[in-house]
C-alpha cells in the first residue's frame, strides 16, 4: 500500500510528517507514490497564518473528484489546523469526505485510527486536554545527511498575535539523555547535521539540564557533524548559551533569533517581553563574543496600532542587527488571540505596501553580506543535486546555500568550495 503526505508550515511540521510516514510505513503502507496513486492521502496542516489554512483547504477540497473516483482511498486530516478549536467540526462540514482527523496531541495514534476507520464510518480524534505529543512515532527520515531532533514540544509565551500555544499545548520538554541517545544513533548512521527543534529551545529544561548544558552534550557527542538549533526566543538568549557556542566548533555560529518588531512599542503589545533595545544587547552579546556569528530573524508587519514610524524601527533594525536573512509576515489575526480583539487593525493595503519595502531592504542586506563571500574557501556539507541547475548544492555553517559541479556524487560529504559569484543567499563556486 502506498502513502502521501503534504506538509504545510515549519521545520517543526516538515519533521512531524517524517514521523507520521514512519508510523504509516509501520501500519503497512511501505511506499510513498504520487497523490493519485496513494492508499492514503494525509494533510500535515499549519494554521498560524491565514494564508496556510487556506492553502490547505484548498488542497484539501481539490481531492473530491479523486475520492469519489477511489472510494478505498483514505484521507487523513492532522497537524495544528485540526486541532484549532471547531476547526475539525468544520473540516467534516465542508468535506464530508475526509476519513480522520487527528490533532497535534495524538500523532502517534494514526495507526490505531486507520484500524478504527476500518470498522467505524468517520474517526475523529482530537486530545485537547493533553500535553504535547511526546516520543512514540519513530521518523522515517528523509532529509539525510539533516536530521531533525525535537527537545520541546508547545510553547508558554503566549505572544499575543500567536495561536500556537492554543493549539500545540504548555510547554514539554524531552528528557536529556533520549535526546543524546537520538543524536548517537542519528551521527552512528551517517547523519552529518543534527538540527534541535522547539518552539523556544532557550526554555528547555530537563531537572538540571537547560538548553546550554544540553546543547554542551548535544556538541560532545564524538563523530563529526554539525549542530544547530532553533528557535531562540530573544527574551531567554544568554551569554551561558555563546559560551557554549563559542566552546564547540560543531555549533554552526548562526542564530535564528526572531525580533518580529523594531519597536519597543509594538513589542510591548505583542507581550515579547523585551524592547528593541534589549535585542540589540543580545546581538551585541553575541557579535562581540563571536564576531563571524550571523543571524536570522522573524519580522512581522501590520500589527494592530502599527504606525509608519513603528515600521520605520523595523527596517531600521534590519541594518542596525545585520540580519543576513529574514522571514518576514504580514499580520494575520488568529481567531483565539488577543491581538484579534485589539483595536487598530491595519489595512490590508497598508500592510502589503510596507512587507514589500521590508523584504526590500531585507534583500538589500543579505545580497551586500553574500557578496562579502566572494574569493573565500567556505565548508559545504553537500545535501542534494540539483538536476536543473545540474549542480551538488549544500549549506555552508552560516546557513548560505552553496552549489557546484563535481564528477561524483558528494551528497552527505563535506567538501570546500570556493565562491566564484553571490546571488542573494545563494553562493555558487569551484570545489578546491
Ligand atoms: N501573523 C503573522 N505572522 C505570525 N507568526 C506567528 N503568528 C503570526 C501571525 N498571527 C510568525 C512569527 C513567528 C513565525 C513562526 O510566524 O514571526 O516567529
Ligand atoms: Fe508563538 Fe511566541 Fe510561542 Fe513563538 S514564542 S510559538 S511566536 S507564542
Redesign the pocket.
Known amino acids: 500500500m502506498k502513502y502521501h503526505i503534504v506538509t504545510y508550515g ?1 521545520q517543526m511540521n516538515v519533521h512531524e510528517s517524517e514521523k507520521i510516514a514512519g508510523l504509516l510505513r509501520s501500519a503497512g503502507y511501505s511506499e510513498e507514490a504520487p497523490v493519485e496513486e496513494a492508499d492514503i492521502v494525509v494533510f500535515n496542516t499549519c494554521c ?2 491565514e494564508n496556510a489554512e487556506n492553502h490547505a483547504f484548498g488542497n484539501i477540497g481539490a481531492l473530491k473528484k479523486l475520492k469519489r473516483q477511489k472510494k478505498g482511498m483514505l484521507i487523513a486530516v492532522g497537524g495544528c489546523m485540526a486541532q484549532e478549536a471547531g476547526k475539525a467540526e468544520l473540516l467534516v462540514r465542508k468535506f464530508p469526505f475526509i476519513d480522520i482527523v487527528f490533532g497535534t496531541h495524538n500523532v502517534a495514534e494514526l495507526p490505531s485510527l486507520i484500524e478504527r476507520k476500518r470498522r467505524e464510518k468517520k474517526v475523529v480524534s482530537l486530545l485537547p486536554d493533553r500535553a504535547a505529543t511526546e516520543d512514540g512515532a519513530e521518523a522515517y527520515r528523509t532529509s539525510y545527511p539533516n536530521a531533525w531532533v525535537n527537545i520541546t514540544y508547545g510553547c508558554n509565551n503566549f ?1 499575543t ?4 500555544p492554543y493549539v500545540r499545548g504548555r510547554e514539554k520538554s524531552r528528557s536529556a539523555d533520549r535526546i543524546i541517545e537520538e543524536v548517537r544513533a542519528l551521527v552512528a548512521a551517517g547523519y552529518k547535521e543534527i538540527t534541535l527543534l522547539g518552539q523556544n529551545v532557550n526554555s528547555y529544561r530537563d531537572g538540571e539540564t537547560d538548553f546550554p548544558a544540553l546543547l554542551d552534550r548535544v556538541a560532545s557527542v564524538d563523530g563529526k557533524f554539525r549542530v544547530r538549533f532553533m ?1 531562540s526566543h530573544p527574551k531567554d538568549f544568554s551569554a551561558r548559551l555563546v559560551e557554549v557556542m563559542k566552546k564547540h566548533d560543531k555549533i554552526c555560529n548562526l542564530l535564528h533569533l ?1 525580533a ?1 518588531s523594531g519597536s519597543s512599542r509594538i513589542l510591548s503589545l505583542m507581550n515579547r517581553r523585551y524592547t528593541r533595545e534589549q535585542y540589540l544587547e543580545k546581538v551585541a552579546l553575541l557579535r562581540r563574543e563571536i564576531p563571524e556569528a550571523e543571524i536570522t530573524t ?3 508587519v501590520g500589527f494592530p496600532t502599527e504606525t509608519e514610524e513603528d515600521f520605520a524601527g523595523t527596517l531600521s533594525l534590519v541594518e542596525e542587527a545585520d540580519f543576513s536573512s529574514a ?1 518576514t ?6 481567531t483565539g ?1 488577543k ?1 484579534a480583539t485589539m483595536e487598530g487593525q491595519i489595512p490590508e493595503e497598508v500592510s502589503k505596501e510596507r512587507i514589500a519595502r521590508l523584504i526590500g531592504r531585507v534583500n538589500e542586506n543579505t545580497r551586500r553580506k553574500s557578496e562579502r563571500y566572494v574569493g573565500k574557501t567556505i565548508e559545504i556539507l553537500c545535501e542534494d543535486f540539483d538536476a536543473k541547475k545540474g549542480l551538488y548544492l549544500g549549506r555552508e555553517p552560516l546557513g548560505r546555500m552553496g552549489y557546484f559541479a563535481s564528477a561524483e556524487n558528494c551528497v552527505g560529504k563535506f567538501v570546500q568550495m570556493k565562491v566564484t559569484r553571490a546571488n542573494g543567499v545563494s553562493l555558487y563556486g569551484e570545489l578546491i
Open positions: 515549519c498560524i497564518r505572544c498575535y500567536c495561536i500556537v528557535t526572531p518580529q522573524d519580522l512581522i522571514f509576515f504580514v499580520y494575520s489575526p488568529r488571540t491581538a
